[in-house]
T-cell receptor, first 117, second 115 residues
């Protein structure tokens, strides 16, 4: 069975600090997809990034960057120069591919990030 | 373009009652999935529908059922409500048409409180 672990329950930083959110996953499949979502206080999950299991290139998007390492089954997310607007709960998720077309995301328990001004 | 919409926003029900939650996917998306998010936890997969057919079901009791309509909107039904059914119910849509990668876009959710 697939599993996603986000060991950091809550992180508090001061604005402009860099912060890394950890994600470790378990899967027996060779083809899978990893995601990060942001959930602000409003509750809606906002898609941030998708990464395929066969693409280990790191990605940078503005202040966000992601480090995918298959050898350690990790997909960590770094926010550079954090801002108060980054305060939210962040979820890492995993999806495996099935012949039936079934698509289901397995989420971690989330990391609550608080950025203090 | 409109995103995923869900109704109602909030709902309060009594134990034993049933509830129907509604979701309209992003225009052009044919797949709808439902998730339950209990306070303080990550969302858990309930159902996925694609082209009006059930493609997957999570570990939820038979009290939970769903369907998808010809316009790809969807309903989630929960019978014999329990206190533990209190949660945020999220609907997600995607354009998945089979194998390959995809993104799921989530709606704002329906907050269900069972008293």
């Amino acid at each position: 069975a697939q599993k996603v672990t986000q060991a950091q329950t809550e992180i508090s930083v001061v604005e402009k600090e860099d912060v890394t959110l950890d994600c470790v996953y378990e899967t027996r499949d060779t083809t899978y997809y990893l995601f990060w979502y942001k959930q602000p206080p409003s509750g809606e999950l906002v898609f941030l990034i998708r990464r395929n299991s066969f693409d280990e290139q790191n990605e940078i998007s503005g202040r966000y960057s992601w480090n995918f390492q298959k050898s350690t089954s990790s997909f960590n997310f770094t926010i550079t120069a954090s801002q108060v607007v980054d305060s939210a709960v962040y979820f890492c998720a995993l999806s495996e591919e099935y012949d039936t077309g079934r698509r289901a995301l397995t989420f971690g328990s989330g990391t609550r990030l608080q950025v203090q001004p | 373009d409109a995103g995923v919409t869900q109704s109602p926003t909030h709902l309060i029900k009594t134990r034993g009652q049933h509830v129907t939650l509604r979701c309209s996917p992003i225009s052009g998306h044919k797949s709808v999935s439902w998730y339950q998010q209990v306070l303080g936890q990550g969302p858990q997969f309930i159902f996925q529908y694609y082209e009006k057919e059930e493609r997957g079901r999570g570990n939820f009791p038979d009290r939970f059922s769903a369907r998808q309509f010809p316009n790809y909107s969807s309903e989630l039904n929960v019978n014999a409500l329990l206190l533990g059914d209190s949660a945020l119910y999220l609907c997600a849509s995607s354009s998945s048409s089979g194998s390959g990668s995809y993104e799921q876009y989530f709606g704002p959710g329906t907050r269900l409180t069972v008293t």
